[in-house]
């Protein structure tokens, strides 16, 4: 059984960094794809980054070259350094996955979230 659990969230002011983690479990996750969604109030979920099998990584726009995908084989867990926050990347962020090599459009195992704020 597949199981995220994501961690790092919290209140950083504007410009500060924040690391979120995501435990993965049931899969070994450097095999598959996984990304990193997010979902402020009243707007629609936004996939914010995802590396896939091959270890391809993509960013939205909103965030390229401000956040960093990563993982760590030894402890099956995946990363999202954020660096220069803005008060706009306060959401909820959730790691999800397909359990597929390639990143799909549609991702079957999600986390719980991780609240992440951005005060300025």
């Known amino acids: 059984q597949v199981q995220l659990v994501e961690s790092g969230g919290g209140s950083v002011q504007a410009g500060g960094s924040l690391r979120l983690s995501c435990a993965v479990s049931g899969v070994t996750y450097s095999n598959i794809c996984m990304a990193w969604f997010r979902q402020a109030p009243g707007k629609e979920r936004e996939r914010v980054a995802s590396?896939?099998?091959?270890?391809?990584?993509t960013y939205a726009d909103s965030v390229e070259d401000r956040f960093t995908i990563s993982g760590d084989n030894a402890k099956n867990t995946l990363y999202l350094q954020m660096n220069s926050l803005k008060p706009e990347d306060t959401a909820t962020y959730y790691c999800?996955?397909?359990?597929?090599?390639?990143?799909?459009?549609?991702?079957?195992?999600w986390g719980q979230g991780t609240q992440v704020t951005v005060s300025s």
């Open positions: 999800a996955t397909s359990v597929s090599w390639l990143c799909p459009t549609v991702y079957n195992y």
């Open positions: 590396i896939d099998g091959y270890g391809r990584t």
